[in-house]
């Protein structure tokens, strides 16, 4: 499993400031690899699971409230998706703490595929209606 390698043109969706907080979980989330490949313990994975749960309810704030303001005809299902992903996160953080070997690995081809998955389709899409509705 290797880490996430951010690519700019590909993963961008025309906006800077979710561009820039995109690669921000990309760097968090490369982070928990890191430290689930040098055999961390428990107590610093949590931590940095942490982080990544905090900085996704920031970002998943930032997109709604910007979604709400330029009355985004997809809100809600956007906004479903991403309170789905809050779900499973907190899911983990459980079985994590439970010292299930297998869950930091499951954690983070979760969090990469669930990630791209969502960038690529959702947020690109909002990425377009921003821009298609800039007044
Ligand atoms: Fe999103
Ligand atoms: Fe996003």
Redesign the pocket.
């Known amino acids: 499993m290797s880490f996430i390698k951010w690519h700019p043109v590909l993963y961008s969706i025309n906006n800077t400031e979710?561009d820039n907080?995109?690669q921000k979980l990309v760097d968090i989330i490369n982070k928990f690899h890191k430290a689930m490949m040098e055999g961390k313990g428990v107590d610093s994975l949590e931590q940095i699971f942490f982080e990544l749960k905090n900085y996704t309810n920031f970002?998943?704030k930032a997109?709604e409230e910007k979604m709400l303001a330029i009355n985004y005809p997809f809100y809600e299902s956007h906004k479903k998706e991403h309170d789905k992903l809050i779900a499973r996160m907190e899911e983990l953080s459980v079985r994590a703490k439970t010292g299930e070997k297998l869950v930091s690995i499951d954690t983070f081809k979760f969090l990469k595929d669930w990630l791209f998955t969502?960038?690529s389709r959702v947020?690109k899409q909002m990425g377009e209606y921003i821009i298609n509705n800039k007044t």
Request: net charge negative.
């Open positions: 979710f907080h995109h970002h998943f997109e969502h960038i947020d």
